[in-house]
């Protein structure tokens, strides 16, 4: 597996930035494909999670690929000229290795949960 710099706010910040772009994408609907509630939410975001990576990735590719290559890059410590110039197996090999972090998993957990909370804080109020 690809060895990718610790997380840090930047990281944060690139990511949310990516997201907002991807407000215009299908990514909301695939987020509430399946709504839960209760005692399920803890239960069903731990088993979307690897769902919700895919999705989040997937729609960057259409609506916000520079960014997420600048993103990738800086993962891999390289500027965009190098990551651009390296083979093309370095995509997937970031891919897999954001997919298999703990990390990464625990921070998209958590963001879906906190995106079925806003979600239902809108319709309850």
Do not use: H
């Not at 993103?71 to 997919?99: C, K, R, Y």
């Not at 958590?110 to 079925?116: N, R, S």
Request: glycine fraction near 6%; include cysteine.
């Amino acid at each position: 597996m690809r060895e990718l710099r610790p997380y840090n706010v930047k990281d944060v910040r690139a990511l949310v930035g990516i997201l907002s772009k991807l407000a215009k994408s299908n990514l909301q609907n695939i987020l509430s494909a399946e709504p839960v509630g209760g005692d399920a939410v803890a239960d069903k975001a731990e088993e979307r999670t690897g769902q919700l990576m895919f999705a989040v990735l997937s729609e960057c590719w259409t609506y916000c690929e520079g960014e997420i290559f600048e993103w990738f890059a800086s993962l891999n410590n390289m500027t965009v000229e190098q990551f651009d110039s390296e083979p093309p197996g370095i995509v997937l090999d970031t891919i897999e290795a954001i997919v298999d972090r703990q990390e990464s998993r625990d921070f998209f957990s958590q963001a879906y949960l906190l995106f079925l909370r806003i979600g239902s804080s809108k319709t309850s109020t």
